[in-house]
């Protein structure tokens, strides 16, 4: 239970199942194993390849496009990919159900995990839940009404311990699963959201939908419709401190979930207004598969974007080494710089900075080397088991000491 003692646990809800021993659930952790390595090479019969730059961020892809629903979902994170993905797979009879969350009655963005046995029950599932969140909890429904080929929709965290888990373990063997991945950064517990959100928005109450948007700002949806546009520069500089994330996130070295059969996200999309572009990472035969569910129902677009961050990355990384180091640091309630100056500065970079895949490779590069300082200094005796072989090399390419 070691990681458990430490912190490092992502409330991914394998230890809260009842049918086999905590003991078993414990061993799969990602955090007692590792992100990457032998799971990935199990799963493609290599790792990634150290050669390729492309492949060391985004992982093992078959195909990647962007893409968005005609007919998009209301109510959904974006167009609802995940969400259609999910139902025509029931519709289809591929699988028998769907692990994943529903939103609490009592809290817009709290989770609750199901087991979605009707396409109703999958259609209210869409839409995020930022907070950490047990979705391997359900998979106890699954196996206790002897359920045989199940959907899981997932963030890292959760394939990779499943994967883990089916393999290890003979409990869910007989059962297909098919994976669906979330990319996921910055993950928060629900005893910390609300203080998080209070610091964010002018007014909480309210808000909807929010997500950490290509323009530099995050954008909170309200219940009226208003979206408001905060610049990540003029957060409150509490919102920096690394404390306030769960240490397991902080730990977190997949962030494009490379062990789904298929990653729907949105970040390597062009942001274009009024439309809701996502991008598709397609892994696996059995995310052809998926795909296959909803081809017909997508309008496709190409990659946009330069591949090229270099200088981008390189300009903000002595900050977040220095930011991981100082372990006492105190953190204002000031906002770093003033609203309008903050939205002047993020229009700057918008024009200039990385666009789509390069905002990918960006925003991976970013955490990837948060990531790798805030073990380093914080979990040192975790640093050899939870980072994967590409992350030094990605440092090395901005000339970063290990
Ligand atoms: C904390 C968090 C951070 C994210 N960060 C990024 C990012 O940096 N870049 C990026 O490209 N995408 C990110 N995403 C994913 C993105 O916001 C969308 O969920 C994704 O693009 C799918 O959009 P959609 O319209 O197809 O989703 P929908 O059709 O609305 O389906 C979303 C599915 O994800 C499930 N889900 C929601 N919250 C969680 C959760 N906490 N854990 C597990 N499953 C969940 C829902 O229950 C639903 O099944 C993040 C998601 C979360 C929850
Ligand atoms: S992350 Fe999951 S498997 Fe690991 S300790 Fe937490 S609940 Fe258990
Ligand atoms: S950031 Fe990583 S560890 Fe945290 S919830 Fe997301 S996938 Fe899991």
Redesign the pocket.
């Known amino acids: 239970m070691k990681q458990i003692e430490k912190g490092l646990c992502s409330s991914c809800g394998l230890c809260s199942v009842k049918s086999w021993p905590v003991e078993e659930s414990l061993q799969s952790c990602v955090f007692a194993n590792g992100w990457l390595g032998e799971r990935e090479k199990k799963l493609f019969g290599r790792q990634r390849s150290l050669e390729d730059p492309v492949e060391m961020r985004f992982g093992i892809v078959a195909e990647r496009f962007t893409a968005q629903l005609k007919h998009q ?1 209301s ?10 993905m ?1 139902m025509r797979a029931l519709e289809e009879k591929l699988v028998e159900g769907v692990v ?3 939103r609490s009655s009592d809290h817009h963005f709290f ?1 609750v995990p199901v087991f979605a046995e009707t396409i109703e029950e999958v259609y209210a ?9 047990p ?1 391997l909890q359900s998979l106890e429904n699954a196996y206790k009404l002897g359920k045989k080929k199940i959907l899981v ?3 890292a965290c ?1 394939l990779h311990t499943l994967r883990d888990f089916q393999e290890r373990f003979a409990h869910l063997r007989d059962m297909e699963i098919l994976t669906i991945g ?6 928060v517990a629900r005893s910390k959201w609300p203080w998080i959100l209070e610091r964010m928005s002018g007014s909480p109450g309210s808000a909807r939908h929010m ?2 948007m290509q323009d530099f700002r995050i954008h909170i949806r309200h219940d009226n419709g208003r979206v408001e546009k905060i610049p990540f520069f003029s957060l409150p500089e509490e919102l920096s401190d690394p404390g306030i994330f769960p240490p397991a996130c902080m730990s977190c070295f997949d ?1 494009l979930n490379s062990l789904a059969d298929i990653t ?5 999309a062009e942001l274009l207004p009024g439309e ?1 572009r ?2 598709v990472l397609v892994r696996t035969e059995t995310g052809k598969k998926l795909l296959k569910l909803i081809e017909h129902e997508l309008d496709r677009f190409p990659e946009t974007g330069r591949w090229e961050c270099h200088s981008f990355v390189k300009s903000t990384s002595q900050r977040i080494i220095e930011s991981m180091r100082d372990v006492n640091k105190q953190f204002s309630a000031k906002r770093k710089i003033p609203f309008l100056i903050g939205h002047m500065l993020a229009g700057v970079l918008g024009m200039i900075g990385p666009k789509g895949i390069g905002f ?1 490779h960006y ?1 991976v590069d970013f955490h990837l080397i948060r990531h790798y300082y805030f073990v380093k200094y914080r979990y040192p005796d975790q640093l050899e088991k939870l980072v994967p072989r590409h992350v030094p090399v990605i440092l090395a390419e901005y000339g970063l000491p290990l």
């Not at 599932?125 to 969140?133: F, H, M, W, Y």
């Not at 979330?182 to 993950?187: E, L, R």
């Not at 729907?264 to 390597?268: E, F, K, L």
């Open positions: 979902v109510g959904a994170q974006w167009s609802g990919i995940i969400t259609r999910a994943s969350l529903h989770s599932a869409r839409g995020n839940k930022p907070v950490l969140s979705v929709i997932g963030a959760h979330i990319p996921c950064v910055d993950n997500e950490f962030y729907v996200g949105y970040i390597g809701n996502q991008w990918a925003s």
